[in-house]
């Protein structure tokens, strides 16, 4: 037994998009090399002078040799990425690969002080990306992952002692994560929009709300609970559900992404995953920001800000604070 209190592992294996992306890759590479021994010399005119040639003929022997070399470049795409997995364990991740000679890297969870991750517009179609985990002295990338914010997430929360056990690749000790009570990386607001004192929609906390997920945004990412009052008592979201068009879990979701996308931005949405808790038939919504690769504010109708986590609050910096601040903060990362 482990000292987060399970002993179980997640083995994480590349989306077979990287096995198209390679034999792609080896096929051109071979034609080229193919075209240019071409150039080089005729081997037809070679093979015409071997005792072979007068049994089969040149192009027969042309087309075995390629199916031999296809046949073969399949097979060692295919293990070569079977043979590869990220296994995933509460302390730390290990790398194995390698089809004969095997070769294995530890990553230890404890030594990590950044996770993020990364989808282009392809891996943004087919779902899948590279997951970036720093520690002082050197970078571990985990490319080709499939649904590279779960497993951010997931080892974000093994980092933090957050996961009780790896259930379908992602499970965390949410109780536990309540009662524990605010701090730097973890906030509580009892709702999204409506004010319980004014009985009423309040579009105030829902600035409030983005405050804090763009105060997470830049600094080292966190956690916020909506749904959720400051002693880390479930009141659930009736209010917030009833205010809004379509009054249920799907119209709050959409609602989010809506006010997200106005006050933050959609490119950051890749960051912020956003999880339904049912604690005592209540509702309250889990939302976990990753760290950002640059800098986001907080646009209103009269101004952007630019918010970072100080401590158990969100802090906003002048200009000159903010310059300073994502200098040292993301230097080398928005070159």
Partial sequence: MDRFGFNNSLVVKKSPVVIVKTFIVLQLTAVAVFFLASIVADYGEIYEHLPL?????????????????????VFYIFFQWYKESFDIKPDKIVHSQGIVFRKKTVIPLKSLHSVDYRQGPLGRLTKYGSINLKNNNSKFVMDHIPEPQKYAELIVQLKDGLATSIDNGLAD???????????????????????????????????????????FLNSMGGRLVIGVDDSGRVVGLENDYNSLPKPNA??????????????????????????????????????????????????????????????????????SEAASYIDSHWRGKLL
Avoid at 53 to 73: D, K, N, P, Q
Avoid at 289 to 301: F, G, I, Q, S
Wanted: charge should be neutral.
């Fill in 53 to 73: 040639s007068s049994s089969l003929s040149f192009y027969i022997v042309e087309a075995i040799g390629l199916f031999i070399l296809e046949t073969g470049l």
């Fill in 173 to 215: 000790k949410f109780e536990g994560m309540l009662a524990g009570g605010e701090h730097e990386r973890l906030e509580f607001k009892t709702s999204l929009r409506w004010d319980m004192k004014q009985n009423k929609v309040n579009k105030n906390l829902e600035k409030a709300v983005m405050k804090t997920i763009t105060g």
């Fill in 250 to 319: 799907d119209g709050f979701q959409n609602h989010f992404t809506n006010i997200f996308h106005s006050m933050i931005g959609p490119e950051f949405r890749q960051f912020v995953d956003l999880s339904l808790k049912k604690i005592d038939g209540k509702d309250c919504y889990l939302v976990s920001v990753l760290p950002a690769d640059k800098p986001a504010y907080l646009r209103t109708e009269e101004n952007e800000d630019f918010f970072i986590r100080t401590g158990n609050g969100t802090t906003s910096l002048k200009l």
